[in-house]
């Protein structure tokens, strides 16, 4: 048996179970059963993350069946008379509510199957979205996960800054960069992961691209693209693409600290002098970014932020901006945590209103013809009186010169 020493308390997670029951019974009165299957909604009411489902009752009060592995979920949670053993759902039964009208699921990444097979032993008549309570819930961070947040925004502006610039090497390709990134990440305090709420997405090291590969589209929704390795694996950078004397390096990834991320964005010049378009370029961008942070304040709305940075974009960021062409984005930021791509999104159309313990990424990119992406993306947190950058500040465009 391996003991952990818990980041969070038994205090920590039965508080979250209670919030989340409160949020529920704001909107339904009548609630009685939520299940949790997400992984990372799962480490965050228990600490631990195993293959199996979690039953928050109406009274916060929770159940988490785990099928593998029970050893380990009694090693990682300190929830231990919380956590039983199932072999299935069968297993659920004794312990559902009597006269269950309706159930609460995570319907954006609970399967099909899964939710054919509850159906055989919940008789619940509806099935109901938790997803809203959770992301609300999990959107606002207690003073724990903010510090573990900004270690990982420690560690990621020290990686961006200090050491990625002593990696890039003439004729290196998009994949090594990638690799050397990823083993200088994970030697500086990276725990390797990046979870990610968007359906089917994977990455390993972020997105790495030398020139106009940064304007190549993906299904990843982003400002920034790159053509990776090959079709069936879209990741690192392509092994073709090689560092030449005047590209624009562009460095988007994640870095995860004891599960929780941070996120920033860096842009590099490998050569002799900066052309005098992509340094106006992403001046602008970086104009954006100080303006939108001015709005970022407890009790504002998203859309007000959003709008902030559309009132500084100026004429450099009417044609590319968050995306190249056809490619661009319809939001300016996102959300982080436990899961790169959380609430809120600063959007046009975002309704949702700022609180102190919200961590987002701003992220105005653009993209230029000819030369690749510009741009810039930190991390910050609502604090009482505005944002608080956890990732160094928004940063020039690094000149490498070998």
Same mark, same amino acid.
């Not at 480490?43 to 050893?71: C, P, W």
């Given at each position: 048996m391996i003991k952990y020493s818990f980041d969070f308390t038994k205090e920590d997670f039965n508080c979250r179970a209670k919030k989340l029951v409160d949020l529920l019974l704001e909107k339904d009165s009548s609630f009685k059963l939520a299940l949790i299957i997400d992984s990372a909604s799962l480490?965050?009411? !228990?600490? !631990?993350?195993? $293959?199996?489902? #979690?039953?928050?009752? #109406?009274?916060?009060?929770? *159940?988490?069946?785990?099928?593998?592995?029970? $050893?380990r979920a009694l090693d990682e949670s300190p929830l231990e008379n919380a956590i039983q053993p199932m072999t299935s759902y069968r297993d659920l039964v004794p312990y559902l509510p009597e006269n269950l009208e309706a159930v609460y699921v995570e319907k954006e990444v609970l399967p099909l199957v899964s939710f054919e097979r509850l159906q055989k032993y919940i008789p619940a008549k509806k099935w109901l979205a938790l997803? /809203? /309570?959770? #992301?609300?819930?999990?959107?606002?961070?207690? #003073?724990? $996960?903010?510090?573990?947040?900004? *270690?990982?925004?420690?560690?990621?502006?020290?990686?961006?800054? *200090?050491?990625?610039?002593?990696?890039?090497k003439e004729g290196m390709s998009e994949a090594e960069l990638g690799m050397a990134i990823f083993q200088k990440a994970v030697e500086i305090g990276h725990y390797g992961m990046m979870k990610m709420q968007m359906f089917q997405v994977d990455f390993l090291a972020g997105q790495i691209a030398f020139g106009e590969n940064a304007l190549y589209p993906m299904r990843f929704d982003g400002p920034g693209g790159m053509k990776g390795l090959h079709p069936a694996t879209p990741i690192l950078g392509s092994d073709e693409r090689k560092l030449q004397k005047g590209d624009l390096v562009f460095v988007d990834l994640g870095f995860c600290y004891k599960g929780y991320l941070s996120d920033k964005t860096q842009?590099? /010049?490998?050569?002799?002098?900066?052309?005098? *378009?992509?340094?106006a370029v992403h001046e602008a961008c970086r104009h954006v970014l100080a303006e939108a942070v001015k709005e970022m304040k407890a009790g504002n709305t998203t859309k007000t932020v959003w709008e902030k940075a559309e009132a500084a974009r100026g004429p450099l960021l009417q044609e590319h901006f968050m995306g190249f062409g056809k490619a661009q984005v319809s939001f300016l930021g996102h959300g982080l945590g436990l899961k790169i791509d959380e609430a809120p999104v600063i959007m046009e159309k975002g309704e949702s209103i700022l609180e102190e313990g919200m961590v987002i990424a701003l992220e105005p990119k653009s993209g230029i013809a000819g030369h690749g992406l510009v741009g810039v993306e930190e991390s910050y947190v609502i604090e009482k009186n505005g944002a608080r950058c956890l990732t160094g500040g928004d940063s020039e465009i690094i000149l490498v010169e070998e």
């Open positions: 480490y965050y009411l !228990t600490g !631990t993350m195993q $293959e199996g489902i #979690a039953l928050l009752f #109406a009274d916060a009060s929770l *159940k988490y069946f785990v099928r593998r592995s029970y $050893e997803d /809203f /309570f959770m #992301a609300r819930l999990r959107s606002v961070k207690d #003073a724990k $996960e903010i510090a573990l947040i900004e *270690k990982a925004g420690t560690l990621h502006n020290q990686l961006l800054t *200090k050491e990625v610039p002593r990696l890039l842009m590099y /010049f490998f050569g002799d002098a900066i052309p005098e *378009k992509v340094k």
